[in-house]
């Protein structure tokens, strides 16, 4: 995928004009990796930290936050200037002060992107994380989701959602998600009632990489960002402003089976 520069984004204004690239946003007790095969495969330390900021920066009452790991890079100045084209292999950000070129340069995309809070039903969160392990074990793909606030499990040696070509429908749902927890309460995909608040990206909220039903239920609600003048950046910034130094554990939060890795 080609990077943010090359695709000729502009970047918006930071939260907080004055940080600059070289000004300290944070720091974290922990390394952090940014390797493309684990953050599209598997729960990931970095991805667990950039979910959670995401929920931290959303509106009260929301639940859950989802990233796609196709946002996660290794980008240059910060990062080799290949690295990002050989998956990140051995990339990470080091335990210490994180600078707001470092951070950028792992999150790339994020400093053109928005976020917002899309309410899904039970069934269409469910849909949602099978989207996310739909390729696995054969390929380890961007949309697989860094998650907060659930937990699931999946067994990818069942049924796997197919989409159409055009990723704008889904031509086989899956059966590999085994279960969904938000609230320490079990999600029952046949509630039809009780919807769950998901703060994600606009990339996904607007259903790229074929999250279909996300782009359904965004579209059913002309779904927006809650914070247009901020970006998914300036979350992640303002997040670790608050936090740091963050030190992110793994918590079980996606439990897989026969999904490689």
């Not at 769950?196 to 909220?205: D, M, P, R």
Request: hydrophobic share 40%.
């Amino acid at each position: 995928m080609a990077t943010a520069a090359a695709l000729g984004l502009a970047a918006c204004p930071r939260w907080n004009s004055a940080i600059t690239n070289s000004t300290q946003v944070g720091s974290t007790a922990v390394a952090l990796s940014l390797d493309k095969d684990q953050s599209r495969s598997q729960e990931t330390l970095f991805g667990d930290f950039v979910a959670d900021a995401y929920v931290a920066s959303a509106p009260s009452g929301t639940q859950v936050g989802l990233l796609n790991a196709g946002s996660i890079r290794c980008e240059a100045p910060t990062f080799p200037a290949n690295a990002d084209n050989q998956g990140c292999v051995g990339q990470s950000l080091a335990a210490g002060p994180i600078s707001a070129q470092e951070l950028q340069d792992a999150l790339p995309f994020e400093d053109q992107d928005h976020l917002v809070v899309v309410h899904l039903t039970g069934a269409q969160l469910v849909s949602t994380l099978e989207r996310s392990v739909s390729s696995l074990p054969a390929a380890f793909n961007g949309w697989f989701l860094q998650v907060a606030g659930l937990s699931f499990s999946a067994d990818c040696s069942q049924l796997a959602q197919k989409v159409d070509p055009t990723e704008t429908k889904i031509l086989q749902e899956g059966q590999r998600v085994t279960s969904v927890v938000v609230g320490g309460k079990r999600v029952d995909p046949t509630d039809a009632t009780t919807t769950y608040a998901v703060v994600t990206n606009s990339f996904t909220a607007f259903g790229k990489d074929g999250h279909v039903a996300m782009a359904q239920a965004c579209a059913a609600q002309q779904c927006g960002p809650f914070s247009p003048s901020d970006t998914d950046l300036d979350a992640v910034e303002a997040y670790l402003d608050a936090h740091s130094p963050i030190s992110p554990k793994l918590e079980a939060r996606i439990v897989l089976s026969n999904c490689g890795q």
